[in-house]
């Protein structure tokens, strides 16, 4: 081969040559800043994009301020009535009528059914004879009596009379005579003493006697049955005619009416441990119930129970409404409102500012156009205002509109809120 070719094709093989060079370190290059580019820290590629992120949310704040807050906590209830009683039966006998039925408003003592019992009838007959019997015999008891002690009398002179002859000329009369008219004396007085018992035992079987009609008397009254207090007939259980058994602890019967006293009610409900501390009698309390939407009841806690169910961990608590125009009626289910006590000049901020993650508060608070994520701890609330009782000192302004945009270190563009 000539050496000009030679040249040309040496010079050619350089030039591929360098080209090959070129292109694998620009490879290598690409390669290396994948791998430094893989390396980064998901952390540091954040940081970069919050650093390059300049956007601001927009937020409403309020300053805290200091109050007199009420702590208060809302618990369902239950409405009952002051009293209730099914009325039963304290003799057996057929129901002779009954003048009231379910919604009958009843008073105090009013008759409201009777029951029919006749053979109680001829027994009263019968205890009404034994009484007059015994008085008869108290009669002759005391007749007799009478005589007896005439009886002594006349004894008693006879046998002074002639001891004193006795006494004066004793040969004139023997002691003989005296010694029968001492000994017809004492027999007289004797007398005297068993008529006395007699008329004692005639008493006692005339009380024995009024004992067992006065008895009559009351299980006939209990064929009446009256109203124990006014109120309202909730339930009537039998009807004219039918068998009305004697109640007692051992027999299963049915009462006649139950009534109910409604002018006054019970509302029941059940403090949880935290508020127990702090529940006292009077107590104020607003109540509602859903069938009378718009309508506030006011009472007072009226009594609780002082020890707390093992099972619940709450305490009972009664509360007493009145119920003068029956609006309300037993067996609703109500909403209680309990206010637990005041607090002055607590530090406090709207309830729209708190955050509740399981038993941890929050709030978001403002410094330098950024949104910080501050713990608190909370104390009264009145559904309207929270009280802060570590947090916060009361100058820095809390996020209450569009927290839920925001995170902790988030630009934010204050609004203040509307009043």
Not at 163 to 175: F, Y
Not at 201 to 217: D, G, Q
Not at 360 to 378: F, L, N
């Amino acid at each position: 081969m000539p050496r000009k070719e030679i040249f040309v094709l040496v010079s050619k093989r350089k030039g591929f040559f360098a080209v090959a060079v070129v292109l694998l370190i620009a490879s290598a290059a690409g390669v290396w800043a994948f791998v430094k580019d893989s390396n980064a820290t998901p952390s540091t590629r954040i940081t970069e994009v919050k650093a390059n992120t300049t956007e601001e949310v927009g937020v409403q704040v309020a300053l805290p301020e200091r109050h007199e807050i009420t702590r208060q906590v809302v618990l369902p209830g239950s409405v009952e009535a002051f009293e209730q009683a099914a009325l039963y039966a304290k003799t057996a006998g057929y129901l002779k009528w009954i003048k009231v039925d379910i919604g009958d408003r009843v008073e105090q003592d009013q008759v409201l059914a009777e029951i029919d019992v006749p053979e109680m009838a001829n027994e009263f007959d019968a205890a009404q004879a034994e009484v007059a019997r015994a008085e008869a015999n108290i009669t002759n008891a005391e007749a007799e009596l009478e005589r007896a002690r005439a009886e002594v009398e006349m004894k008693k002179i006879t046998y002074e009379r002639l001891k004193g002859i006795r006494d004066q000329e004793p040969d004139v009369l023997p002691q003989q005579e005296v010694d029968e008219a001492k000994a017809q004396f004492d027999v007289a007085r004797a007398i005297v003493n068993v008529a006395e018992s007699k008329i004692k035992v005639a008493h006692s079987e005339k009380a024995r006697a009024e004992a067992a009609r006065s008895r009559l008397v009351t299980l006939m009254e209990y064929t009446k049955i009256r109203a124990p207090f006014s109120g309202v007939v909730v339930k009537r259980h039998v009807d004219p005619g039918a068998l009305i058994q004697h109640a007692s602890s051992q027999t299963n019967v049915s009462p006649v009416v139950t009534i109910a006293r409604v002018d006054r009610l019970r509302v029941f409900i059940d403090v949880a441990e935290l508020e127990v501390p702090l529940v006292r009698r009077g107590n104020p309390v607003a109540l509602t119930v859903d069938a009378l939407p718009g309508r506030n009841f006011e009472g007072t806690c009226t009594r609780f129970a002082g020890a707390l169910d093992p099972k619940t961990r709450t305490m009972k608590t009664e509360i007493d409404i009145p119920n003068r125009d029956g609006l309300l009626r037993p067996g609703m289910y109500a909403s209680v409102r309990l206010s637990l006590g005041q607090r002055k000049d607590a530090l406090t901020v709207p309830a729209s500012a708190l955050i509740v993650e399981g038993d941890k508060t929050y709030v978001y608070t403002v410094a330098s156009g950024v949104a910080h994520r501050v713990e608190v701890q909370t104390g009264s609330d009145d559904g309207i205002q929270v009280e802060i009782t570590e947090g916060l000192t009361g100058s820095e302004p809390v996020i209450i509109t569009g927290k839920t945009a925001v995170k902790d270190g988030t630009p934010v563009k204050l609004s203040q809120a509307s009043s």
